[in-house]
């Protein structure tokens, strides 16, 4: 007669009978840009540093949002589904993974980034732009700069009365005003403008510009797949038209501003801007931080 049950279920080695062999972990080193994950957190990045903190050797792994988490060195992680162990960098290796850490430690206009430093309390002296888009370009690349500066950049909602507003401002020692201007080229109103609000205090005020119609063509138009902006006939808003070259929808001012939007996104650093623009910003900001 067969026992259907078959032998005695707990006879022989039952803790474990039934279960696969936890694999080993295959040692690799944690150089720059390998891709890991790390098993308790499903966190996926990859490795942008290794330090020694509290006396435990840490990775760092970026993920592909750009956020960056640490996580003790050693096992716990997968590299494409195999376990790893991660060792701390040897030679070539570390000096190539010191190398890309400087790198990282640039900020977005490529200047040193000073980490865990307080805004400076604001400066007398201000930065001007015309509209809210120059603003939020500045922002994004020299933001961390102006910070540690103590630079407050102001909106001035076009230049038509300059003049008026550099007198408002009072300039003066310690008051020192820089303004970037659209379009700023020979012959221009714009270049009439400048002229005429120069007179006011130029020892105190330096008014530069580029030359671009809109600060829009200050980036690159290889970021947006474009060799070069595109000409916009004068019967149409330069804007608009714009919009209407790449495809995007440009019949309310929530089009424009949704395409600025995708437009900024694509600047990830100062790279990413025609130079044109570059040195007149660090050329304000080297103005309106210069001491007395």
């Known amino acids: 007669m067969n026992d259907r049950y078959g032998n005695d279920v707990l006879s022989g080695d039952w803790r474990s009978s039934g279960r696969l062999a936890r694999p080993t972990s295959r040692p690799i080193e944690a150089r720059h ?28 792994l970026e993920d592909r949002r750009g956020k960056v988490r640490a996580f003790p060195l050693g096992a716990g992680f997968l590299q494409d589904g195999t376990p790893v162990a991660l060792t701390a960098p040897k030679g070539a290796q570390r000096a190539a993974l010191a190398k890309a850490e400087e790198a990282a430690s ?20 201000r930065i001007f732009v015309e509209g809210r888009h120059d603003a939020e370009l500045v922002e994004k690349v020299w933001g961390h700069d102006l910070r540690i500066e103590g630079v407050v950049v102001e909106m001035l909602d076009g230049v038509d009365d300059l003049a008026a507003v550099i007198r408002d401002f009072s300039p003066g020692r310690g008051r020192r005003m ?14 009439r403008i400048v002229e005429k609000a120069n ?11 580029h030359p671009y119609v809109d600060v829009w063509q200050s980036v690159r138009p290889q970021r947006l797949g ?11 808003e330069w804007k608009r038209g714009i919009c209407a070259h ?5 019949d309310s ?14 600047v990830r650093s100062y790279a990413d801007l025609e130079p044109s623009l570059l040195g007149r910003v660090e050329e304000l900001i080297d103005f309106v931080t210069a001491e007395g």
Do not use: C, F, N, Y
């Open 226 to 236: 474009m060799q070069t902006w595109p000409q916009i006939p004068r019967s149409m």
């Open 33 to 60: 840009g390998t891709v890991v994950e790390d098993v308790e957190t499903g966190w996926v990045g990859a490795v942008v540093g290794v330090e020694k903190a509290g006396g435990v050797h840490v990775v760092h």
């Open 253 to 266: 001012q929530a089009d424009i501003a949704r395409a600025w939007k995708q437009i900024l996104g694509t």
């Open 106 to 125: 640039r900020t977005a206009s490529g200047s040193v980034a000073v980490r865990d430093a307080r805004a400076r309390v604001a400066r007398g002296s």
């Open 178 to 191: 820089g303004v970037l201007v659209d379009h700023l080229v020979p012959g221009t109103k714009e270049s």
């Open 199 to 209: 007179r006011v205090a130029p020892e105190h005020v330096l008014v530069v510009g």
């Open 246 to 250: 790449l495809g995007w929808p440009h």
